[in-house]
């Protein structure tokens, strides 16, 4: 499966943003997705996946509260709803894939990768 993830971009403290993650292939729906962050300096970090077995999900505790994680099956893509976006919350974007139905958090557990895109949060 190819992944293509968009929505970033340069927001206030406080601001949404939507990010998208557009998969190729008709076996998105037995896919799980997940969302990753990289900011500048620091590790890549998990943020939500959400399993293709009854849509369960799993949130970092950094963005609970915040952050929703969803995917329409019918358009192969998953989403990132961010919310009440901080400064702290900027880094680059991945949405992964991975075969299993759990969502786990660990990054070496998905085999397919997006591209990434940038969200800056100013302050």
């Known amino acids: 499966v190819q992944l293509q993830a968009s929505g970033g971009g340069l927001v206030q403290d406080g601001d949404s943003l939507r990010l998208s993650c557009a998969a190729s292939?008709?076996?998105?729906?037995?896919?799980?997705m997940g969302w990753f962050r990289q900011a500048p300096g620091k590790e890549r970090e998990f943020v939500a996946a959400?399993?293709?077995?009854?849509?369960?999900?799993y949130s970092a505790d950094s963005v609970k509260g915040r952050f929703t994680i969803s995917r329409d099956n019918a358009k192969n893509t998953a989403y990132l709803q961010m919310n009440s976006l901080k400064p702290e919350d900027t880094a680059v974007y991945y949405c992964?894939?991975?075969?299993?139905?759990?969502?786990?958090?660990?990054?070496?557990?998905?085999?397919?990768w997006g591209q990434g895109t940038q969200v800056t949060v100013s302050s």
């Open positions: 992964a894939a991975r075969t299993g139905w759990e969502p786990y958090k660990d990054d070496y557990k998905y085999s397919y």
């Open positions: 959400i399993s293709w077995i009854l849509g369960n999900t």
């Open positions: 292939g008709r076996t998105f729906s037995t896919y799980t």
